[in-house]
């Protein structure tokens, strides 16, 4: 079946460091993949998304690129801040009975330091 | 625009007793409707999926249940609780086969002692 596996954590950085959440995923078809967020205490917000190969998700100076020949979609920062600290869930979404479901990598917790 | 609700935000639940949690979604119709569990330290697991009024797919054996009896409304149900039901719950929605974002709500914590 589908899987998603992501760099396991926790990750812990200084203000304005750069980051990289490695994320490589399985899947038998053409996937959606998705970098969610999860802020302690709340549920899942959206971050960004990419839904076909070479395409590139960006948001709030987040980016992942959707690449087909590493089955992967790393996420960066080039300058992390401390409000960006959280739990932070990479997913991918394929047609399964007669819906699109979500299968998420186990997640990654990130703490910035000021 | 559209918005999501569940309730309630953190609920503590003898062992045995019995479980409703609810999710409303605001301003869509027809909405695909989806329940998650996240166990501590965890990542997310698929419930149930429903893509319409009193359809409903569950994706792993469990005691829990699920229920739609109003197309913007998913309710999670036990009839007796276990010590490894708990953990945070999430609703989410989208907005059909052809659209593969989900939208999730704030949660739903739950501790069975």
């Known amino acids: 079946g589908d899987s998603v596996t992501q760099m396991e954590g926790p990750v812990t950085l200084s203000e304005e460091a750069f980051l990289t959440i490695n994320c490589t995923y399985t899947a038998t078809g053409y996937p959606s993949l998705f970098w969610y967020v999860q802020y302690p205490g709340e549920g899942l917000q959206l971050l960004l998304k990419?839904?076909?190969?070479?395409d590139k998700g960006s948001n709030k100076g987040f980016e992942a690129t959707y690449r087909k020949e590493t089955t992967s979609f790393h996420l960066e920062k080039g300058s992390v801040q401390v409000s960006d600290s959280a739990v932070y869930f990479c997913a991918l979404s394929e047609v399964s009975g007669s819906a699109r479901q979500l299968t998420f990598g186990s997640g990654t917790q990130l703490t910035v330091l000021p | 625009s559209q918005t999501i609700h569940q309730w309630p935000a953190t609920l503590v639940q003898p062992v045995g007793s019995p479980l409703s949690l609810e999710c409303t979604v605001e301003g869509t119709s027809n909405p695909n409707l989806y329940w998650y569990r996240q166990a501590a330290g965890r990542g997310l697991q698929l419930l149930f999926y429903s893509v319409g009024i009193g359809q409903i797919s569950s994706e792993v054996p469990q005691n829990l249940s699920a229920s739609r009896p109003q197309d913007r409304q998913f309710i999670l149900s036990s009839k007796k609780l276990l010590l490894s039901d708990s953990g945070f719950y999430l609703c989410a929605w989208s907005t059909g086969l052809s659209t593969d974002t989900q939208y999730f709500g704030p949660g739903t914590r739950l501790t069975v002692l």
């Open positions: 990419a839904t076909k190969a070479d």
